[in-house]
T-cell receptor, first 112, second 117 residues
Framework: QQQVKQSPQSLIVQKGGISIINCAYE??????FPWYQQFPGKGPALLIA?????SEKKEGRFTISFNKSAKQFSLHIMDSQPGDSATYFC???????????FGSGTQLTVLP | GAVVSQHPSRVICKSGTSVKIECRSL??????MFWYRQFPKKSLMLMAT?????????EQGVEKDKFLINHASLTLSTLTVTSAHPEDSSFYIC?????????????FGPGTRLTVT
């Protein structure tokens, strides 16, 4: 019940295309859903996050879509660029005092 | 803002020795810090949660006598890998929460690559 399932494991997109990564969860106590971007040999960096009281949040080229009834959320990267090539992790948190539960990660490659 | 540093970034040690990794929140106070371990092409595995002034809470399967965690101040937590062995070689990452904001955001350090020979 604590798991967050992430797909796909890897994704190849042409420059300018849309990258879509999906996550699903079971624990209805989760109330904070961040996405992290990680480059090789670096720590994860918070990209964007959403709370379940909204269905969508957009920051620049990055958008989170959240479906509470389906217990799914996704990251959309518009106009994908080669510099976006990285590993992306979704995560969920059941409260501010608790630790994050991470998805398994998606390795995104954006071809020039 | 919200910068977390780790030191060292890379360390190579001989089997049987101990290694200390520092995690600092540079521009905020962190009542809670987390330590993760990451294997190549894998997700982050939480090792322990560290609260300032109290004992760390370890995840199941993590040896607390091997991975000593100290959170002596609101800006510093340390992870000491005692009697390191080659199987302890990994990428160790810390994260911290900004106590002042009372929000959910966790900020991650750049990681420490430990190689035990």
């Amino acid at each position: 019940q604590q798991q967050v399932k992430q797909s796909p494991q890897s994704l190849i997109v042409q420059k300018g295309g849309i990258s879509i990564i999906n996550c699903a969860y079971e624990n209805t106590a989760f109330d904070y859903f961040p996405w992290y971007q990680q480059f090789p040999g670096k720590g994860p960096a918070l990209l964007i996050a959403i709370r379940p009281d909204v269905s969508e949040k957009k920051e620049g080229r990055f958008t989170i879509s959240f479906n509470k009834s389906a217990k799914q959320f996704s990251l959309h990267i518009m106009d994908s660029q080669p510099g976006d090539s990285a590993t992306y992790f979704c995560a969920a948190n059941p409260g501010s005092a608790r630790q994050l539960t991470f998805g398994s990660g998606t390795q995104l490659t954006v071809l020039p | 803002g919200a910068v977390v540093s780790q030191h060292p970034s890379r360390v190579i040690c001989k089997s049987g020795t101990s290694v200390k990794i520092e995690c600092r929140s540079l521009d905020f106070q962190a009542t809670t810090m987390f330590w993760y371990r990451q294997f190549p092409k894998k997700s982050l595995m939480l090792m322990a949660t560290s609260n300032e002034g109290s004992k760390a809470t370890y995840e199941q399967g993590v040896e607390k006598d091997k991975f000593l965690i100290n959170h002596a101040s609101l800006t510093l937590s340390t992870l000491t890998v005692t009697s390191a062995h080659p199987e302890d070689s990994s990428f160790y990452i810390c994260s911290a929460r900004d106590a002042g904001k009372g929000t959910y955001e966790q900020y991650f350090g750049p990681g420490t690559r430990l190689t035990v020979t």
